[in-house]
């Protein structure tokens, strides 16, 4: 049973830091592509980062360049350093994993299987 545990969220102060990480189990981990995602209040889920199998990254624009997602392969756990935290960053964040296939970076959610309970981040201004 795949299962997804994110940990790490909280309440920061605009310009602060957090780092999110999400521990899996039941999954080869090293065979698996890991996402992150977010969801605010009255919006749709989007795409935050995600780190292929492979150890390629890659960023929705409105995070580029404040946040880092890397992956732990012996702990089976990835992670979501966030700088620069902003008011709009303020969301539930949720960890993805899907099976790695094919070239094309994944950047869906419909294309991740597995999906954590979620942590929520709230940025105060």
């Known amino acids: 049973q795949v299962q997804l545990v994110e940990s790490g969220g909280g309440l920061v102060q605009a310009g602060g830091s957090l780092r999110l990480s999400c521990a899996a189990s039941?999954?080869?981990?090293?065979?698996?592509?890991m996402g992150w995602f977010r969801q605010a209040p009255g919006k749709e889920r989007e795409f935050v980062a995600t780190?292929?199998?492979?150890?390629?990254?890659y960023y929705a624009d409105s995070v580029k360049g404040r946040f880092t997602i890397s992956r732990d392969n012996a702990k089976n756990t990835v992670y979501l350093q966030m700088h620069s935290l902003k008011p709009e960053d303020t969301a539930v964040y949720y960890c993805?994993?899907?099976?790695?296939?094919?070239?094309?970076?994944?950047?869906?959610?419909?294309?991740?299987?597995?999906w954590g309970q979620g942590t929520q981040v709230t940025v105060s201004s």
């Open positions: 993805a994993a899907r099976y790695a296939t094919g070239m094309r970076t994944r950047t869906a959610s419909s294309d991740y299987a597995y």
């Open positions: 039941g999954v080869t981990f090293i065979s698996y592509d």
């Open positions: 780190i292929r199998s492979g150890g390629t990254t």
